[in-house]
């Protein structure tokens, strides 16, 4: 199965919009969640959610990990690292976004169930990495393993 051209530009463009996004988030974690432009109260309450013990990870910002991940994805998902078909970067992408993605789980049900509060901007990040992670599940090698 050959991939299709627009895979490698979707994905470059998604890890690149996430990144804005989580980059964002790390700048109103370290200045202020008064930055945040979203909704304080009720179930949508991004401020509850960015500031919650959840909102650190081994004494890491959330947001900064997400940062650090979208860079990583951009640079996985490059358009050069797409054309590479380097067996190395098909791994280190396959790699990244399942743990990615295993990590956004964790967060949603943290947001669910011990924050009870909801956060648009995480929402829209978890979203970003559910798209890169569907595209690179499918797409990520050239060609289907024969057999």
Do not use: D
Not at 85 to 102: K, N, Q, T, Y
Not at 103 to 121: D, K, N, P, Q
């Amino acid at each position: 199965m050959n991939r299709p051209s627009w895979v490698g530009t979707t994905t470059f463009v998604l890890a690149l919009a996430g990144l804005g996004v989580a980059a964002y988030l790390t700048i109103v974690h370290y200045v202020s969640p008064k930055l945040l432009v979203c909704n304080a109260s009720g179930v949508v309450n991004c401020e509850q959610v960015t500031t919650s013990r959840e909102s650190m990870f081994f004494g890491i910002p959330v947001a900064l990990l997400g940062l650090i991940w979208f860079v990583m994805m951009a640079l996985l998902c490059s358009p050069r690292a797409w054309r590479s078909g380097s067996r190395r970067i098909e791994v280190a992408r396959m790699g990244v976004v399942v743990a990615g993605m295993a990590f956004v789980l964790w967060l949603v049900y943290a947001e669910l169930y011990r924050i009870r509060a909801i956060c648009l901007w995480c929402t829209a990040v978890h979203l970003i990495a559910f798209g890169l992670f569907v595209l690179v599940l499918l797409y990520g090698r050239a060609t289907a393993p024969e057999g």
